[in-house]
């Protein structure tokens, strides 16, 4: 039976539910949820969004099955997100498929529908498996009204979808980084076609390493009459020249600012000198401090060069990430360039490089001449106990060299059997050296199986002066009797 409201144009309908959100919209009980989807939804002015890859399911299910109620829609275990516009007319489409077969199927699927979404300004297809045939075709669709177009990531696509861009006569923003990674064409075949719509004036194309071998290449496309042009990951910039830097300076400084911010790590001494004698600012902190955390030590070199005040600038708490990262090759760089805060490092990180069994860096924090012994006494029986129990053997060498032994002596008797049990033998001969006093409440039973799987802890416990080695014998020949008899048995049983 039909209502007042069904009679109502859709032009109506459509400025209605302007004033509302599209949960809003898709929720409403004024017409079935197929209209709205496939009639109502791709035309409605400028907003098109998809926020979960279960929403963009339906629609292509309603596509492809046309009906009056919304199919099932099976949960995955695989996250993936899908958003397919936003308030200002976008199409954003990034997921991660189950499977890139069904992926390529639901985009082309979804594809076949655009000719509905009238009024789309922008879309965002990135990582979707695309071809030249769907861009193609949204170029051809949306070449008057298409502002920003980014289809990033989707590494089929060749070289030819320039071309198509170029109908775009209205676009103001492109985005085709780290795509053309499958062809196998000439290299020089990008710059031949490098041309883009007149009225661009962003343009994204970073990753392109492959296509773009050498700087010379790289200075063709700052002469593109684009007011930004972003460029991450073009080429080796390890091979970059004085001469390259002179160029770079006269033909685009926000090149040279992009590429000092970004990939300074990756510069020679020359280079980087003479980019900071240029630009005279330091490279971006944050990128300093991840890149000594990941453990660049010629991050430390770089900045020495230019005279970087290390000392006020890299704050304690990068220096405890790099320790707790294990990379004390850092630690030895930032020693041999003066760092004078080590100081400030806390009781608790000095406990879990004992934890740890970061013995190496223990060896490059005990060469720095200007460390407070304070620092050293704040090592607990708890980490020491621990580093006995996980057969850390170069760490208790360490500790009774700083001549923390009578906190050995002070850890429990269940964890040097617990490492005896192991099979440890080195943190044994470390706690012999060590002058332990618990030597001889060692479990004879642990003692004895420990010797029977490993023979070398008997001369270990012998070189300690242990007094249970004949209770320990005994013990080892009631154990293989057990054995032996235990064989017998099963040998037969077998029979």
Known sequence: MSTTADLLPDEIWLHIFMF???KECYESICFTKKHWILNLYPIRKEVLSFNYYSELNRYIQFVLIPSSSPPTIKKKNVTSTVTLGTSSGS???????????????????LFDSLDKFNNLKSIYLINCGLNDSIVEKICLTFKKNLKILNI????????????????????????ISYNFQNIKKDKNELFELLKFPPNLEILNISGLLNEIPTFEEYFKLLKINIKTIIAYHLTNISLLTIENIQQLILESMSSLIELYNHCFIYLKTNAFQMIYNELRFY?????????????????????????????????????????????????SKLRMYNY?????????????????????????????SYLNRSLWDSINIESI??????????VIDHIRMLNLI???NQVDIKHVNYAIEKGYTGVIKQLVHSNYQKINDIDPTIAAEAIIKNSSIEQSLRNANYKKLDKVKLIMNDLLKNNNKQQMKQMKKRK
């Open 91 to 109: 199409v954003i489409a990034s997921t991660i498929a189950p499977q890139i077969e069904e992926k390529k199927l639901k985009i082309q699927i």
């Open 340 to 368: 004078s805060r080590f100081n400030e490092l806390s009781n608790e990180i000095m406990n879990e490089i004992i934890r740890n069994g970061d013995d190496e860096t223990i060896v490059e924090l005990r060469r720095i």
């Open 406 to 408: 009578d906190k050995i």
């Open 152 to 175: 990033s990531k989707n590494k089929n696509l060749s070289h030819s979808v320039l071309k198509n861009i170029m109908l775009c006569e209205n676009l103001k923003e492109l985005n």
């Open 20 to 22: 509302l959100t599209e």
């Open 283 to 331: 490279p971006d902190n944050d990128l300093i401090y991840k890149s000594i955390e990941n453990g660049h030590s010629r991050v430390l070199d770089l900045l020495n060069s230019i005279q970087y005040p290390i000392n006020e600038l890299l704050p304690i708490e990068i220096i405890e990430n790099i320790i707790r990262n294990k990379h004390y090759n850092v630690i």
């Open 385 to 394: 106990s621990e580093a006995i129990r996980n057969g850390y053997k170069g």
